[in-house]
């Protein structure tokens, strides 16, 4: 079993920043570990991924370039760095994580273990 821990959220004003933190307990090898999103009365949607062992890296088109995803394999954490928020960014973001191999890491429903979800609400 994994348990993910998000913490971090909290209501900022647009153009401002947040880093989120997400706690690992259990296996991490051969770990994907992703960020995902999910605002009211929408789908949960990808936000960015990386590789537990090598770093490895993408992002949702919707955020490259403003956040930044990254792992401490020392104190099994992993991080995302939100810059430049903007309203649309509000949403319940979740740590979530899998296994690698085949499937697509942007879909959800690929990811076994997820955290509570931390809110992030960016106002105008």
């Known amino acids: 079993q994994v348990q993910l821990v998000e913490s971090g959220g909290g209501l900022v004003q647009a153009g401002n920043s947040l880093r989120l933190s997400c706690a690992v307990r259990?296996?991490?090898?051969?770990?994907?570990m992703g960020w995902f999103r999910q605002a009211p009365g929408a789908d949960r949607e990808f936000v960015a991924v990386?590789?537990?062992?090598?770093?490895?890296?993408k992002y949702a088109d919707s955020v490259k370039g403003r956040f930044t995803i990254s792992r401490d394999t020392t104190n099994n954490m992993v991080y995302l760095q939100m810059d430049n928020l903007r309203p649309e960014d509000t949403a319940v973001y979740y740590c979530?994580?899998?296994?690698?191999?085949?499937?697509?890491?942007?879909?959800?429903?690929?990811?076994?273990?997820w955290g509570q979800g931390t809110q992030v609400t960016v106002s105008s």
């Open positions: 979530a994580s899998r296994i690698s191999g085949s499937g697509d890491y942007s879909i959800a429903r690929q990811y076994t273990y």
């Open positions: 259990g296996r991490t090898f051969r770990s994907i």
């Open positions: 990386i590789t537990w062992s090598e770093g490895s890296t």
